[in-house]
């Protein structure tokens, strides 16, 4: 059995994949996306090789049990659940081939033909990056019926959305996934609870009585106020509200004190976690994720969820074969409220795939070919492998310090603030190159595991064996603009060209979750002075940072990484995310 995994470009963030194949030569393929701790879910997915490599890969449920078991030390949930769900997906790709049926067929044959969607993310994707999506930008409330008017047109019956103000940029409310001093505290302002009231209000003036419209408020808000934004909406007559709390005395306050169906669940992992939510009547929706928790797994939470009387809803902002996965879950459930869609996305998302959903008016028909029904384009993923360190689109969420010297910043181009997710993006591109590094970091001389499991960037081994000296002068101003800084200390993939005298050591201090770059709050300052090194405690700069005006140059020999670095290589093919292999 070998395993591989591919992390794949999907414009702001990666969605990260799962292939195995068998010694008779059968792939099957799964999702693993998790674009915050995406390197984390793949480093799992090499913790389990040891437990899988010579194993009955037909046998999915003793595998499920034998990668449950070794997450158990303090690991269970979370990027390890993930993993193993990306694992069992491809087992059960596997075992449906092998039979030359379906996964719906394998988990008894299906119960209908179609499965409704609901149009997710509404305005979100096409008012943050409409020229990557190749579509007509949000920038006015305008722009929002015109949307809400295609969505009737296209035969959808339903749409989710976040609360947000469109603009150039946009204003969306996302803090809590990330931001600055200040945006803790969960608390929704006044002005937040107008522009609320407007953009539900206009949405469903457009579109009637009969279309359903959700609002999702992540983790962006307490229960006192989510009550009032409830409360605030109901002339919007929501058909019913989301929202994450990791706290189940909090979810019942909240489904308690507001006028319309609840929905939470989506962050919760195995019938376990669930099952106090059902006894306890805690929502009346449940948001199931059928990649994160794995198909088998997922079709034993939407059983029980049935027991109890409550329907759920595939949580499913992923590629296509997650959509397929799903898809098969909804198929096989008694118990299904709507699945999610994100009608729009990046162009090459079909291509990613051997064959496309089939949507009619707002339905997706149940997929009926072997396995999922659709496989993994290898050839497409490869060429479209993520680089972190490439500059991306942003999330604005209106809660960051506007920029000092923008007077002075007119020649670069223009970027959109954000809070979360910048995690994921390098602070660098290095211009003395044209290679471009797989996701994983790694090209096509990529080695196999031995002793050592595969390192992430910015892991200890990665990290130099003594700390660099400080530069003797400042650097120059560039000709171009940099990349803007990340707040995360990863280090890049592949390793940086060293300057005349080498960089300070990095930060120790944690990075926070967030998503495509983004401007920051504050700028960084022009150094007068050579830098010192970093403290263990972040501190905001305050001006500029400077800049080079020609790419430092190579050195002569590169610095050494262990045998599975997902560092850089040499090659500059790409090979996929993680590209990890291992041939045992």
């Not at 994450?244 to 319309?260: F, P, R, T, W, Y």
């Not at 997929?367 to 689109?393: H, M």
Request: hydrophobic share 30%.
């Amino acid at each position: 059995m070998d395993i591989r995994t591919f992390l794949v470009d999907a414009g702001w963030r990666p969605w990260a994949f799962v292939k195995v194949q068998t010694d008779e030569g059968i792939v099957g393929y799964g999702e693993c996306t998790c674009e915050l701790t995406q390197y984390g879910v793949l480093g799992v997915v090499e913790d389990m090789k040891p437990v899988l490599v010579g194993a009955d890969p037909l046998a999915f449920e003793m595998r499920f049990w034998d990668m449950y078991r070794r997450t158990r030390l303090g690991s269970t949930g979370g990027v390890a659940s993930k993993a193993i769900g990306g694992i069992e997906a491809a087992l059960l790709d596997i075992k449906g081939k092998s039979l030359g049926i379906s996964v719906a067929e394998l988990f008894g044959g299906p119960l209908r033909e179609t499965v409704p969607l609901y149009w997710s993310h509404f305005c979100i994707s096409r008012a943050i990056a409409p020229e990557m999506l190749g579509v007509k930008p949000v920038r006015s409330m305008a722009d929002v019926v015109e949307a809400a008017h295609e969505v009737v047109e296209r035969g959808y019956k339903a749409l989710k959305t976040n609360i947000f103000t469109p603009g150039d940029p946009p204003v969306i409310n996302y803090q809590g996934f990330g931001g600055g001093p200040g945006t803790t505290d969960q608390v929704v302002s006044r002005e937040t609870l107008r522009q609320a009231v407007l953009l539900f209000e206009t949405i469903r003036n457009t579109v009637g009585p009969d279309l359903d419209i959700i609002l999702d408020l992540n983790f962006n808000y307490k229960p006192e106020s989510i009550k009032r934004i409830a409360h605030a909406l109901e002339d919007a007559d929501l058909s019913w509200l989301e929202f994450d709390i990791l706290d189940i005395d909090s979810v019942l306050e909240v489904k308690k004190g507001v006028n319309v169906p609840v929905s939470s669940g989506e962050v919760l992992y195995y019938i376990d976690q669930y099952r106090p939510y059902f006894e306890r009547r805690a929502m009346d929706i449940v948001m199931l994720d059928t990649a994160w928790n794995g198909f088998a797994q997922a079709k034993k939470i939407g059983d029980l969820a049935q027991a109890f009387q409550v329907n759920v809803c595939p949580h499913n902002y992923y590629s296509h074969l997650s959509t397929f996965m799903s898809a098969n879950l909804c198929a096989v459930l008694p118990n299904v409220q709507m699945m999610e869609f994100d009608v729009d996305d990046v162009p090459w998302r079909d291509d990613l795939v051997t064959v496309p959903p089939e949507i009619i008016d707002g339905e997706m028909v149940v997929p009926t070919g072997p396995g999922w029904g659709t496989e993994l384009n290898e050839d497409e993923a490869l060429r479209r492998s993520w680089d972190y360190r490439v500059p991306r689109i942003s999330i604005p969420t209106g809660i960051e310090e506007e920029r000092a010297d923008d007077e002075e910043d007119d020649q670069e181009p223009r970027r959109i603030s954000f809070t979360a997710f910048d995690s994921l993006i390098g602070p660098w591109k290095d211009e003395a190159s044209s290679d471009v590094v797989d996701s994983g970091g790694r090209s096509d001389d990529s080695s196999v595991l031995t002793s050592a499991p595969a390192s992430v960037p910015g892991s200890p081994a990665h990290r130099p064996s003594s700390p660099p000296s400080r530069p003797s002068s400042p650097p120059s101003r560039p000709s171009s603009p940099p990349s803007p800084p990340s707040s995360s200390p990863s280090r890049p993939s592949s390793p940086p060209s060293r300057p005349s005298s080498p960089p300070p050591p990095p930060s120790s201090s944690p990075s926070r979750p967030s998503s495509p770059p983004s401007r920051q709050s504050s700028p960084p300052s022009r150094p007068s002075s050579p830098p010192s090194p970093p403290s263990s405690s972040p501190s905001r700069p305050s001006s500029p940072p400077s800049r080079q005006s020609s790419p430092p140059s190579r050195p002569s020999s590169p610095p050494s990484r262990p045998p599975t670095d997902w560092g850089a290589s040499d090659d500059d093919t790409k090979t996929g995310p993680g590209d990890d292999i291992l041939d045992e």
